[in-house]
């Protein structure tokens, strides 16, 4: 009788990278933890299923703080996939692993055991017409030509983001450039998510609950009563949110 030794099919391992909020927190951090819990009070659910980095670069704290810190998150419900900028000797097996800046990646294929088998060299191609070539063309944009509903987000890393529409209370909008609603903004609206601090926020009927931008935000209540229910634009200097009517 022989044994016949199948080859199993290898793992397919994935690169991806995905978008998520990245908290830095400040010293003391019980003060830090009430504004926090003042923002979630105020916009609820903005940490609802959402992964967060938690970015610790440059505090002055030791393993023990940095452990209650993610400890006293994880009870408001905050759910920390990754630690940025902590040191190795704050980190481990009972904390979320250290993260560094996401960047696209490849798709990897597991390694094979025994030797590869040779591959035959392709016939060379021959009497083909010149194709010129296309260049290639990026999309600094993206246009929702519906209105976006309660519990919807919409994550555009790369650029500008327009709805043609309204924004739902409890819907989300997430843009690395600024943000366009063609209609009411009631839900959220982060623009510059990925550093531009020059992102402003558009919307023809100002109701948000909350807007940001570059990480900068104001909630409802912060915001200005004669600007709500008309069209407006949000902008920032230095780290203060200023709001204008349009027209």
Not at 146 to 160: A, C, K, L, T, Y
Not at 166 to 183: D, L, Q
Not at 184 to 200: D, F, H, I
């Amino acid at each position: 009788m022989t044994d016949v030794l199948t080859q199993p099919r290898p793992i397919r391992l994935k690169g991806r990278s995905f978008l998520a909020l990245a908290l830095t927190p400040e010293l003391p951090f019980a003060d830090w933890l009430r504004r926090l819990d003042d923002l979630a009070a105020r916009s609820a659910g903005f940490f609802l299923r959402r992964p967060v980095v938690l970015d610790v670069e440059g505090l002055d704290i030791d393993r023990a703080e940095l452990r209650e810190l993610v400890d006293q998150l994880n009870a408001r419900n905050v759910r920390v996939m990754g630690i940025e900028g902590a040191r190795s000797s704050l980190l481990g097996p009972d904390m979320p692993p250290a993260m560094t800046d996401g960047r696209p990646a490849a798709d990897i294929e597991a390694p094979e055991s025994g030797p590869a088998e040779p591959v035959e060299a392709a016939e060379p191609v021959r009497n083909v017409a010149p194709v010129a070539a296309t260049p290639v063309q990026t999309t600094p944009s993206l246009v929702v030509s519906r209105p976006v509903r309660s519990g919807q987000s919409i994550f555009f890393p790369e650029g500008d983001v327009t709805i043609i529409g309204s924004v739902a209370s409890g819907a989300e909008i997430v843009a690395g450039g600024s943000i366009h609603v063609y209609g009411p903004l009631r839900g959220r609206a982060l623009a510059g998510s990925t550093g531009n601090a020059s992102a402003r926020i558009f919307c023809r009927k100002l109701e948000a609950e909350l807007i940001a931008i570059d990480g900068f935000y104001k909630t409802a209540d912060d915001m200005e009563a004669d600007l709500r229910g008309k069209p407006g634009q949000v902008w920032l200097e230095g780290e203060t949110i200023r709001a204008a009517t349009l027209g």
